[in-house]
């Protein structure tokens, strides 16, 4: 048995198909237009400064409170001194401070046990910052006899 089809019906069956066919084209160039659009955004935002987020970095210090001589460690009035005089007046912005207990391994190959006093400030990059930081410690290792000052730097992102 053959199909056969009028003139009509093979016109309506063509025009139908043609229909479907530039539908999923549409679709395709709409999806394309769509993901143009979002790419054109971000690039004329990122290209205007309008940044979301700023990168800024993190000096994590710990100040150890033994000292290498045996003497007496340092005290909360001294380290609270020694943190309003010399910390808080180079970073008047703000840090955050909290005691932790530390440990390390000596030339003896003995676990020392300390208190020690951590100060954490976020910052921009910056020389003036590094000549901060770095004053800060060759103080307190001279002032409190301390062999170092263990410090972590770390990349953060900071909202704007």
Not at 68 to 81: F, I, K, L, M, Y
Request: a neutral charge.
């Amino acid at each position: 048995m053959t199909a056969s089809l009028s003139c009509a019906e093979a016109a309506t069956a063509m025009s139908e198909m043609l229909i479907a066919m530039t539908k999923r084209r549409m679709r395709g160039i709409l999806s394309a237009v769509r993901t143009a659009a979002a790419l054109l955004l971000l690039l004329t935002l990122s290209c205007a400064g309008l940044a979301v987020y700023e990168q800024q970095q993190m000096d994590t210090l710990y100040f150890g409170t033994q000292k290498p001589d045996g003497s007496a460690p340092v005290t909360d009035a001294e380290w609270q001194q020694f943190l309003a005089e010399e910390i808080t007046t180079r970073f008047p912005s703000g840090l955050t401070t909290w005691e932790a207990s530390g440990q390390w391994r000596d030339e003896h190959n003995a676990i020392e046990r300390e208190r020690t006093h951590i100060v954490q400030v976020v910052h921009p990059r910056s020389g003036d910052v590094e000549s901060r930081i770095t004053a800060i410690i060759a103080l307190y290792r001279k002032r409190f006899a301390q062999e170092a000052v263990f410090r972590v730097r770390s990349d953060v992102w900071m909202p704007r």
